[in-house]
């Protein structure tokens, strides 16, 4: 039981470049996240799923996209890398049934942007 | 809006000493509350999570957390801070039905010899 894995664990993108960053779950939950930590900031959303094919914004969606095909994955695109997404990126997931909302989170993507 | 509150941004404790890290929250009914701890270049691991019952919830490694209504915090504490303890520490609140979790910004705990 892998958890929750995220690919890759560092890059450096230079200005304008897209990269998707990989999140997947082996525990058939139903919830996933995208989160960025900044320092002194604590964790910001930037999208959510509730299941396959539903997907909905956080409160930083900007400059990022997501899809959910499966229940596994959850990958996050970021179209035109700016200065500003410099950050580590953590994905986590739960289950839908009453679990206490408790989430899992992956192992973090630290992303450099220059 | 739901927030959540962690007034120490760093806090430094001697090796053996007690610790009690603040969280308050603002929500109208009672939350789900959780502490979270961060290991430098680690993800979150849950420590202990309160829904109901009991107030005073015991963790893991030795933390525990209790919460007051009244006062609407839930402050994490451990009676003797060993050195592997020195990372990050979160708060974070959720509700019933609810699909987010809204977490504090952070305190990160220094453990000196």
């Known amino acids: 039981n892998a958890g929750v894995t995220q690919t890759p664990k560092f890059r450096i993108l230079k200005i304008g470049q897209s990269m998707t960053l990989q999140c997947a779950q082996d525990?058939?939950?139903?919830?996933m996240y995208w989160y960025r930590q900044d320092p002194g900031m604590g964790l910001k959303l930037i999208y959510y799923s509730v299941g396959a094919g539903i997907t909905d914004k956080g409160e930083v969606p900007n400059g990022y996209n997501v899809s959910r095909s499966t229940t596994e994955d959850f990958p996050l695109r970021l179209e035109l890398a700016a200065p500003s997404q410099t950050s580590v990126y953590f994905c986590?997931?739960?289950?839908?049934?009453?679990?206490?909302?408790?989430?899992?989170f992956g192992p973090g993507t630290r992303l450099l942007v220059l | 809006a739901q927030s959540v509150t962690q007034p120490d941004i760093h806090i430094t404790v001697s090796e053996g000493a007690s610790l009690e890290l603040r969280c308050n929250y603002s929500y109208g009914a009672t939350p789900y509350l959780f502490w979270y701890v961060q290991s430098p270049g680690q993800g979150l691991q849950l420590l202990l999570k309160?829904?109901?019952?009991?107030?005073l919830v015991q963790g893991i490694k030795g933390f525990e957390a209790e919460f007051k209504r009244s006062q609407s915090s839930f402050n994490l504490r451990k009676p003797s801070v060993h050195w592997s303890d020195a990372a990050e520490y979160f708060c974070a609140v959720a509700w019933t039905g609810g699909f987010k979790t809204i977490f504090g910004a952070g305190t990160r705990l220094f453990v000196k010899a």
């Open positions: 986590a997931s739960r289950p839908r049934d009453r679990d206490g909302e408790t989430q899992y």
């Open positions: 525990m058939n939950h139903n919830y």
């Open positions: 309160y829904f109901s019952g009991d107030t």
